[in-house]
């Protein structure tokens, strides 16, 4: 057998090595250098009016930006500044070049529009003197010129907003670029003299049932006890004591657990559990424009009623009245988990039960025409029936205004066949 030299072997690698890989020739499989071929012009926006800029900006078919190397013409002048502001309406043809490139974009300038009316707005229309009131103008294309009209309050020259210094009526009119407004009539009156006593409505959710139900009274009671302008209203769930008005409260407020303690109804709610008096401070001390009075006499079953409610300021015309009947000394067991004494309490006594509303539960509207500054809005009930199963000795009225969202601005109480005036 031949054998064959492995020097032969290797000489054969070296040749075909040198000629497979040689370093002066380029690969048939690499890409070609991308090359550009086209520029595109843009602007921010093709249509202005006189006195608007628009702002170019030019990209290559490689998405490189060129605008600082193009050359840039308006309607054939070149131009340096970008944005450029177009002074004049017309149609303007912007054409970019870079190189042997070239892009060319319509700019549309239009003249700006002339206002041919204005109209005028006050907020508010009825207040007291010394409280101001703004003036807001808007033209006919939807601009609020405020800031650069001129206004007049009974042809005298005033700012917005204005503090009107007397009382009266007073017609306010805006001018602007040549245009009048329409007049705005402002009611402005002589603040009231009248005031009113706060009071407060704390509205108890409870039940016999409910162990935890004490805690809350206990509180109720020593805050009632300790200021005659707290006054409660025990709404009862699902006991001897519950009927048809206190199950509409109760699906209003939907309370999330028993005890639950709403301070003026939507206003606010005591916390659970230790019922802190500091709580129901800013209630008592807020001043109320609303006030309440009450009157009644029994007849046997029935009762006639007379609530007043007084005005001396009027910021809300949409109000309501609530009148309830309670009954306080009702003598019935009640679950107790954590107050001292047995569980149940045989001789719980039960103070400020809702036993019946002479309106809605949740109160009926007072007509807007009927609030007035310095007015009373006066609301009778002629012969109403007295529901049956309470102790008539411990009876007592209690009325109250919220607003449209049920916070309850004053209140006040009585016993029946008394007469409690304004306080």
């Known amino acids: 057998m031949k054998k064959i030299s492995i020097l032969k072997y290797f000489a054969l690698f070296l040749i075909v090595g040198i000629m497979s890989c040689g370093s002066d020739e380029t690969p048939d499989f690499l890409p070609a250098s991308p090359t550009v071929t086209s520029i595109t012009l843009s602007a921010?926006?093709?249509?202005?009016?006189?006195?608007?800029?628009?702002?170019?900006?030019?990209?290559?078919?490689?998405?490189?930006?060129?605008?600082?190397?193009?050359?840039?013409?308006?309607?054939?002048?070149?131009?340096?500044?970008?944005?450029?502001?177009?002074t004049t309406e017309g149609t303007y043809v912007v054409v970019v070049t870079n190189g042997d490139f070239e892009s060319t974009i319509t700019i549309v300038v239009e003249a700006v529009p002339v206002p041919t009316a204005i109209t005028l707005t006050v907020d508010p229309t009825t207040l007291f003197i010394g409280e101001s009131a703004t003036f807001t103008v808007m033209d006919d294309l939807g601009n609020n010129v405020s800031s650069i009209a001129t206004f007049t309050a009974n042809g005298v020259t005033v700012t917005s907003p204005y503090a009107f210094p007397t009382a009266g009526n007073v017609d306010v009119i805006a001018s602007f670029s040549g245009l009048t407004s329409n007049t705005v009539s402002v009611t402005v009156n002589t603040p009231s003299a009248r005031t009113f006593t706060t009071k407060i409505l704390l509205g108890d959710h409870t039940g016999t049932w409910c162990g935890a139900c004490p805690t809350a009274g206990v509180k109720i009671h020593a805050a009632k006890a300790a200021n005659p302008n707290v006054i409660p209203v025990a709404f009862h769930n699902g006991d001897s004591m519950a009927n048809s008005d206190t199950q509409a409260v109760e699906n209003y407020f939907n309370p999330a657990g028993f005890p639950t303690v709403n301070i003026n109804g939507k206003a606010g709610e005591w916390s659970w559990s230790n019922f802190p008096s500091s709580e129901l401070t800013p209630f008592l001390n807020a001043t109320q424009a609303t006030g309440l009075a009450i009157n009644s006499t029994v007849s046997g079953n029935n009762l006639d009623i007379t609530v007043k409610v007084g005005f001396a300021d009027v910021t809300d015309t949409n109000l309501k009245l609530t009148v309830y009947l309670v009954e306080d000394g009702r003598v019935e067991s009640q679950y107790?988990?954590?107050?001292?004494?047995?569980?149940?309490?045989?001789?719980?006594?039960?103070?400020?039960?809702?036993?019946?509303?002479?309106?809605?539960?949740?109160?009926?509207?007072?007509?807007?025409?009927?609030?007035?500054?310095?007015?009373?809005?006066?609301?009778?009930?002629?012969?109403?029936?007295?529901?049956?199963?309470?102790?008539?000795?411990?009876?007592?009225?209690?009325?109250?205004?919220?607003?449209?969202?049920?916070?309850?601005?004053?209140?006040?109480t009585a016993g029946t066949g008394v007469d409690k005036d304004f306080d």
């Open 44 to 86: 921010n926006d093709t249509t202005l009016f006189e006195g608007e800029s628009a702002t170019f900006n030019v990209v290559d078919n490689l998405g490189n930006d060129v605008t600082s190397e193009s050359v840039i013409t308006v309607n054939g002048v070149v131009v340096t500044d970008n944005p450029y502001v177009f």
């Open 336 to 412: 107790n988990y954590y107050e001292a004494g047995p569980n149940p309490i045989p001789d719980y006594v039960h103070d400020d039960i809702l036993r019946k509303s002479y309106t809605a539960p949740m109160g009926d509207v007072i007509p807007a025409g009927s609030i007035v500054t310095d007015g009373d809005y006066v609301k009778t009930f002629t012969s109403v029936v007295i529901p049956g199963g309470v102790n008539t000795d411990n009876l007592r009225l209690v009325a109250f205004v919220s607003d449209a969202g049920n916070n309850v601005l004053n209140i006040q």
